[in-house]
């Protein structure tokens, strides 16, 4: 047995809460994939300076006890974004209120699995 083995930290389910950072001028984004895309790191950037680039992991989480495939991106201050995958934008013109989650969803089935802008998000009042 190898010591120094590790489990990836995207291999394992997530069954932990998510904790929000989101306020007045801070919002947050949920996106929701096909499991085909676990383990993918999704990047985000302010829709003004492409190079400004975040990224969250695709994780495995439980949603009504289902399978869930999300990235969760939060302290995100208010504007407009794009979203990145292997280095291609894959949503532009994803906005995003203070105090407010939005949701986007690349499911096939979901929204259109391609391109996409900021039709494909709905915004979600924060509860308290």
Known sequence: MDLHTHERYGARKHPEFVVLDIGAEKGALVLRTDSAMH????????????????????????????????????????????????????ARGVEIAGGEIAHLDWRVGGEAPGPQTAAGVIAAPRSR
């Open 39 to 90: 383990g993918v790191e999704v990047e985000i950037s302010p829709s003004e300076d492409d190079r400004r680039r975040s990224h969250k992991e695709v994780l495995e989480r439980s949603i009504n006890g289902r399978p869930a495939f999300t990235a969760v991106f939060d302290d995100l201050t208010a504007g407009t974004y794009t979203l990145w995958t292997g280095g291609q934008p894959r």
